[in-house]
């Protein structure tokens, strides 16, 4: 059964045009929350409230860095998941600066 709540959870997670978006922007790497505000055109705090979505689905992993917080495609994803992301189109995306530039790479 805990599969099942799983898989809801994750399908609702991704069931969102916003949430949608930031796994497309996330396909091209590693991406700073301050980017997404310029993508998804809503608030830091609209954007912080997808990425949790995702991030508690364990579609996503974050990593801080400084004041920013940065994402990434969880590498293991479900099959269902994964097909999803397939699917998608990489958006490509402004860095919003080198104060919390992510093209450092994972630490």
Same mark, same amino acid.
């Given at each position: 059964? %805990?599969? #099942?709540?799983?898989?809801?959870?994750?399908?609702? /997670? !991704? +069931?969102?045009?916003? =949430?949608?978006?930031?796994? $497309?922007?996330?396909?091209?790497?590693?991406?700073?929350?301050? %980017?997404? #505000?310029?993508?998804?055109?809503?608030?830091?705090? /609209? !954007? +912080?409230?997808?990425? =949790?979505?995702?991030?508690? $689905?364990?579609?996503?992993?974050?990593?801080?860095?400084?004041?920013?917080?940065?994402?990434?495609?969880?590498?293991?994803?479900?099959?269902?998941?994964?097909?999803?992301?397939?699917?998608?189109?990489?958006?490509?995306?402004?860095?919003?600066?080198?104060?919390?530039?992510?093209?450092?790479?994972?630490?």
């Amino acid at each position: 059964m %805990d599969s #099942v709540i799983k898989m809801e959870n994750q399908l609702k /997670a !991704v +069931s969102d045009i916003n =949430r949608l978006k930031i796994l $497309a922007c996330l396909k091209q790497g590693e991406v700073c929350v301050c %980017d997404f #505000v310029d993508v998804l055109q809503v608030s830091q705090p /609209a !954007v +912080s409230q997808q990425l =949790r979505k995702l991030k508690d $689905a364990g579609i996503i992993l974050e990593r801080k860095k400084g004041t920013w917080k940065h994402y990434r495609l969880n590498e293991e994803q479900t099959t269902y998941i994964q097909a999803v992301l397939d699917e998608l189109e990489p958006i490509s995306y402004q860095h919003c600066g080198p104060g919390c530039s992510s093209e450092e790479g994972v630490d």
